[in-house]
């Protein structure tokens, strides 16, 4: 057994969550191998799977699995047959319940533009070296904040925004840790001009950005930012922004990379990192092997940096995944001529 080995918790979840996350762990795999270390993965169920193998969208023991794991790969929840099932049944709060139990505040959503990929529906010159990362708080605000409900008679629902500075400052600080490593930008997204969250944010990330001299910080307003990112996405670097403004954001960022189907995340802060694609489980693809499987894969290859500390894996698996691309390998959302999820594994795999 190598010296370097690396306990995986897996939770596929539904739609195609099964199949990207058997990509990815044929990737991760042939990475062990070509680097010298060992992975064992175990899988639980999630969401839907969740509530059809244990009548709850985060079983016991896959909580328990997870906060004894190295690090978690997640595939996607989601099922439209749960759709109609009360808050606490729904798989999408499985996954919720899980981000908060990891305490892994801090999402980090890479979005790359990787040449060669065309299917952009914008003019190729806009997203050519589109190189950004979103960190979204991601346990905490509108997601979380209580009271939270529907009156008695549901004639009206309520949630409610609700963000401590020490929240605040603990995301804010992993981004400008990030913008100081990068090219040593910020922009932190906010609603100052209408919300007191949003004000106590932006005077928390000015209080801060006191400390880290070597990056310069700009703040936006969410609907301003919506714009900004699509007419001049090269300007950023870093973007610091609360749970659901980071949510949208993040869809949003996903054209300028080309496919939703691209996108990784970590989910960082707690003592077990969540990687998962910022995809959903697209339910109307699964069990076709015509879902991309990059999202997932590079989730992987940043569970590889983050929580395994192998960054020359990740670098590579990142590096397959471009050469791959480049080579005009794709699944369909990518165009034509299209590949399956699996066949495009194997390539980014037979790259390493
Ligand atoms: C995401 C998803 C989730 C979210 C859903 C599935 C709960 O949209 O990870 O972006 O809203 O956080
Ligand atoms: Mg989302």
Not at 16 to 42: C, D, N
Not at 280 to 306: E, F, K, Y
Request: overall charge negative.
């Amino acid at each position: 057994m190598p010296e370097r080995h690396y306990r995986l918790c897996l939770l596929p979840g539904d739609g195609i969550g099964p199949e990207v996350i058997a990509a990815a762990v044929g990737v991760l795999e042939a990475a062990a191998q070509r680097f010298g270390f060992a992975i064992q993965t175990a899988a639980y169920p999630v969401g839907g799977a969740g509530l059809q193998a244990a009548g709850d969208p985060l079983p016991p023991a896959t909580l328990e699995a997870a906060l004894a794991a190295d690090a978690v790969l997640l595939g996607a929840v989601g099922a439209p047959e749960f759709d109609c099932e009360p808050p606490a049944r729904k798989p999408e709060t499985g996954l919720l319940r899980l981000r908060q139990a990891l305490g892994a505040f801090a999402n980090l959503r890479p979005i790359r533009h990787v040449p060669g990929v065309g299917s952009v529906p914008l003019k190729d010159e806009l997203a050519a070296g589109v190189d950004f990362i979103i960190v979204r708080e991601l346990t905490g605000g509108i997601y979380f904040g209580r009271p939270r409900g529907f009156d008695p008679d549901r004639r009206a629902g309520f949630n409610t925004m609700r963000y401590e500075i020490a929240e605040i400052e603990r995301v804010a600080r992993v981004a400008f840790a990030l913008a100081a490593s990068r090219r040593g930008k910020l922009a932190s997204v906010d609603k100052a001009n209408v919300l007191e969250t949003s004000q106590l944010w932006r005077e928390t990330v000015n209080r801060l950005a006191g400390e880290y001299a070597g990056v310069a910080l700009e703040h936006l307003y969410i609907d301003n930012a919506a714009m900004q990112i699509l007419l001049r996405p090269r300007d950023f670097d870093v973007i610091v922004t609360g749970n659901l403004f980071g949510d949208i954001l993040s869809d949003e960022a996903a054209v300028l990379a080309g496919s939703l189907g691209l996108l990784p995340s970590a989910s960082l802060g707690g003592p077990v990192g969540l990687y998962e694609p910022v995809h959903g489980s697209a339910p109307a693809l699964a069990g076709q092997d015509v879902a991309n499987p990059i999202g997932a894969i590079l989730s992987s290859a940043m569970l590889l940096r983050h929580s395994c500390r192998e960054p020359q894996a990740a670098a590579a698996i990142e590096q397959a995944v471009d050469r791959a691309l480049a080579e005009g390998l794709r699944t369909r959302d990518l165009g034509a001529p299209a590949i399956g999820c699996r066949a495009l594994a194997a390539a980014v795999a037979a790259r390493l």
